[in-house]
């Protein structure tokens, strides 16, 4: 995946660091022993994911690949060599 550029975008950084900073939430009321404070973790990490897609809607996403940008990448990777790996 090195050679694409997939999550980098405003939308995947937006809706990935506010699901973490959710996550970090629940993990610290879970060693509080507080229930509420776990389940509004939660909603934070869910919350992520709505912006990340109210970003992506808004244009902040990847686009979509076309077809005929698929279908160059597929005849791309069929006319490469694939290396052998040798194990000793």
């Known amino acids: 995946m090195a050679g694409s550029s ?4 405003p939308a995947a950084w937006t809706g990935v660091t506010i699901s973490f900073i959710g996550f970090c939430i629940s993990g610290a009321f879970t060693v509080l022993a507080s229930p509420l404070g776990f389940w ?21 996403g990847a686009p979509k690949e076309s077809d005929e940008m698929r279908q160059a990448r ?3 990777g069929r006319a490469q060599p694939h290396a052998q790996i040798r194990t000793h």
């Open 6 to 9: 997939h999550g980098h975008t």
């Open 40 to 60: 509004a973790g939660f909603v934070v990490i869910l919350l992520g994911g709505v912006v990340g897609m109210a970003m992506k809607a808004a244009g902040l």
């Open 74 to 76: 597929e005849e791309a």
